[in-house]
């Protein structure tokens, strides 16, 4: 069965047309300005008719915040104003005119791995995306994870650290993502003195670990690698995944997931130095695509059946 994946994040909207494990056509555009519920939602049911996909083809749609256990509506999207508590999913399926599903982004990306991707066929992963903010998923026995309210999976959040302020939306302390999210690293490289090797430029992550040998920049990368990888060991421990897969923009650099690989083990019990395995994403930005639409085309499959619904994302 095909389906309709679409990514809402705050500068962009992508909506592709899966078939047969593949993104068979695909609309993008910028995200419109005022990141109201309505305007947005005609947007997107606009680029999803543009896809000619019918009210035969189902659709699922991953927005950049929480879902609540029902995955019906909104719990809270950061930078979109007004979206809190209201039935994004009904809303949705209205404006489209068929099957419509919603799941957090992170989530979804995690879901496109096991349908799709690095987690092919695997009922045991972790998903961890190092970007701007840290981000993640967990599939476990063969599911995703919600947890009692929907919220489970902040993989972000967990406490690596001790006092270093998490983000507005979160306001927590000692997290991952304060401590390893991109902008949490430049804050921290410019603490370090760390400049640009153009001097009027801020730091960039590209250029410092480009200099990652030089003995005023290593102790910069020794201090990410080793929170990263502690919050891998920490996740291997709770959850015993067959794999951890890595997103995100920070592992793109040039032997990143070989010096990540090799901080991990010593973090680590011994049964799970054996066991423990970390792979790139090999859908990279396709990855909330794929897992909305599969979820999508779940949702269909058991209307079709006429199953009662089981919140919270279970795989096809
Ligand atoms: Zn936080």
């Not at 019906?72 to 994004?88: D, K, R, S, V, Y």
């Not at 999913?89 to 919603?102: F, Q």
């Not at 396709?286 to 269909?300: S, V, Y």
Request: proline share 5%.
């Amino acid at each position: 069965m095909n389906a309709v994946g679409v990514d809402l994040g705050g500068h962009k909207v992508v909506a592709g047309f899966v078939e047969n494990g593949a993104v068979r056509a695909r609309v993008e555009e910028s995200t419109e300005a005022s990141r109201e519920p309505g305007p947005v939602i005609a947007q997107i049911a606009r680029m999803v008719h543009e896809l000619g996909a019918g009210s035969q083809v189902p659709t699922g749609v991953c927005i950049p915040g929480g879902v609540d256990a029902s995955r019906e509506n909104a719990l809270m999207i950061t930078n979109f104003m007004g979206w809190n508590g209201l039935p994004i999913r009904r809303m949705l399926e209205e404006a489209i005119g068929g099957c419509t599903v919603i799941e957090n982004d992170a989530n979804a990306y995690a879901l496109g791995e096991g349908f799709a991707g690095a987690a092919r066929g695997m009922n045991d992963y972790v998903v961890l995306t190092l970007g701007t903010g840290i981000g993640g998923g967990i599939v476990s026995g063969g599911r995703l994870l919600t947890g009692a309210h929907g919220m489970a999976g902040e993989l972000g959040h967990i406490v690596l650290g001790c006092e270093e302020l998490c983000g507005p939306g979160c306001r927590g302390v000692g997290h991952f993502e304060a401590m390893c999210g991109a902008d949490a690293l430049e804050r921290r490289a410019r603490e370090m003195g760390l400049g640009h090797r153009a001097p009027e430029r801020h730091p960039d992550l590209r250029d410092l670990w480009a200099r990652r040998a030089d003995p005023a920049v290593a102790p910069f990368w020794d201090f990410a690698l080793s929170t990263i990888a502690r919050g891998i060991a920490s996740l291997v421990h709770v959850f015993d995944p067959e794999l951890v897969i890595i997103g995100g923009g920070l592992r793109r650099g040039e032997g990143f997931m070989e010096l990540l690989e090799a901080r991990i083990p010593r973090y680590l019990g011994e049964p799970f130095r054996r066991t423990m395995q970390i792979r790139s994403s090999l859908l990279d930005t396709d990855a909330p695509i794929f897992g909305a639409a599969g979820l999508a085309r779940a949702r269909m499959e058991r209307q079709t059946a006429g199953q009662m619904e089981q919140p919270g994302g279970e795989r096809p």
